[in-house]
């Protein structure tokens, strides 16, 4: 095992600390984007916000299509309620990766805070053609539908989600509100 996975290892375990002195220690650490985003990740972890996008951008510095780093760029832009520059960054993830479900949803995410409907619409659906059985991309396109007051829709998706988890509480409750709407 490499140090990046033993790194890895130990970041999964919470032991943030020990896996920023092991990572460190990776050959050619400062022009590795691997090592370099995994450090940003640590750094994030460990409530070094900064440390976190520098390590991030110097992934990118090294390898301009490695879309993991740009992806948590626009994770961390979100966390800190930069919404516009959680998009910017997420695109950019995207172009490098355009098949993966958590990027579209993620965009989704953000472009719903804007309030921005029919981007937020566009984006769910586009990470449930790659991911159907999401859940939170099924509640939440339903959610959207529900603000955006397409009732049939907003119930026709909080059913899905009530088959991927009969248990899940925002579903029945938006269940039951897009049927009572639907039947007023």
Not at 18 to 32: D, G, H, P, T
Not at 67 to 72: D, F, L, R
Not at 100 to 109: D, E, K, M, P
């Amino acid at each position: 095992m490499d140090i990046i996975d033993q790194a890895y290892q130990l970041y999964e375990k919470k032991q943030w600390k020990r896996a920023k002195i092991l990572i460190r220690k990776e050959k050619n650490f400062e022009f590795n984007p691997v090592a370099l985003n995994l450090a940003g990740s640590i750094e994030w972890k460990l409530g070094k916000i900064k440390a976190a996008k520098q390590y991030y951008l110097l992934a990118t510095k090294w390898q301009k299509d490695f879309w993991p780093a740009y992806y948590n760029l626009g994770n961390l832009f979100y966390e800190m309620g930069k919404i516009d520059q959680a998009i910017q960054y997420y695109r950019v993830a995207l172009s490098y990766k355009g098949d993966h479900f958590r990027i579209f949803y993620n965009l989704a995410t953000c472009y719903l805070k804007k309030e921005n409907i029919e981007n937020a619409i566009y984006y769910f659906k586009k990470a449930l053609e790659l991911k159907p059985t999401h859940l939170e991309s099924n509640i939440n396109l339903a959610k959207t539908y529900f603000l955006k007051k397409e009732y049939k829709k907003s119930f026709l998706y909080f059913n899905t989600s009530l088959a991927l988890d009969e248990e899940n509480t925002v579903a029945k409750i938006g269940y039951e509100k897009s049927w009572k709407k639907l039947i007023s």
